[in-house]
């Protein structure tokens, strides 16, 4: 993720306005770090023997060191130079944002802010490059949220449908999605904020002390109808998450 997780500090070195009608040239390795957005946009960047075209509304980032060939058209940007103190990413990045009129607003102020040179202007500066950051690590939060998340959302309906059936495992719910065991754990925890098995577990279990509570059935029975099948294992699981055994629970509740 874009500076998502990571501690920095950065300092604005200079703020630029560019613009020109046709541009093919090569940019040789950056002094600096620097982040552009182009109101008007259309290029094509060649980089570590890749390509990356880029249009309005875009927003390029660029590690320092970074050297390129530039193949360009109309364009009109903004650009942001700056110096950092962290783990920064180490390749050219490429953002299309949503909201293209904070962006618009944004640099533009920055670039008003640094040449009009009034007093606390560089501080004012600084302050409007970490908010550009920070809703570019929101956008792209939001987009990898939603279409993850989207994806899940048929795991969960399996979950809350079919807890109680024992041969429900992580391996078919991610089968269900079409995707990868590996990949189902890591958006589940990411969204759920718990391993799938776990969160099953915990479900089974609410289910079970509802049963225990009821006292018309018995600790077997239980275990059966909440998808453990085994009682040995179902009062295992039920005593890690409730820290007592079921029939600890009865005596001691019931």
């Known amino acids: 993720m ?5 501690d920095f500090t950065l300092r604005v070195q ?8 046709r541009r093919d040239v090569d940019i040789p390795p950056k002094k600096t770090f620097a982040i552009s957005y182009r109101a008007v946009g259309d290029s094509r960047f060649e980089y570590r023997g890749s390509t ?5 509304g875009d927003i390029m ?10 193949d360009a058209g109309r364009e009109r940007l903004w650009g ?6 962290g783990n920064m990413p180490d390749e050219i990045l490429r953002f299309p944002v949503r909201k293209r009129s904070f962006f ?13 040179r009034e007093s606390g202007y560089y501080a004012r500066a600084v302050s409007y490059l970490y908010r550009i950051i920070s809703e570019i690590v929101r956008e792209n939060d939001e987009e990898r949220r939603d ?20 041969t429900l495992s992580v391996s078919r719910m991610a089968e269900h999605i079409g995707v990868s ?20 577990n915990k479900l089974r279990i609410s289910y079970a002390i509802e049963h225990l509570e009821s006292g018309f059935y018995n600790i077997e029975s239980i275990s059966e109808m909440c998808g453990f099948g085994d009682p040995k294992y179902f009062a295992t699981v039920f005593k890690r998450i409730r820290g007592i055994s079921p029939s600890e629970y009865i005596k001691k509740y019931i």
């Open 2 to 6: 874009f500076f998502g997780n990571n």
């Open 14 to 21: 200079s703020v630029h306005l560019l613009s020109w009608s």
């Open 52 to 56: 990356i075209d880029v249009c309005d």
């Open 61 to 70: 980032y660029f590690p320092k060191g970074a050297g390129y060939h530039l």
């Open 80 to 85: 942001i130079n700056f110096e950092a103190e």
């Open 104 to 116: 618009e607003t944004a640099f533009s102020e920055v670039y008003r802010i640094w040449t009009g």
């Open 147 to 166: 279409g993850a998340y989207l994806k899940l959302k048929p795991a969960l309906s399996m979950i809350y449908s079919g807890y109680m059936d024992p």
């Open 181 to 200: 065991e590996t990949y189902f754990r890591r958006i589940f925890e990411r969204f759920m904020g718990e391993r799938p098995l776990e969160f099953l």
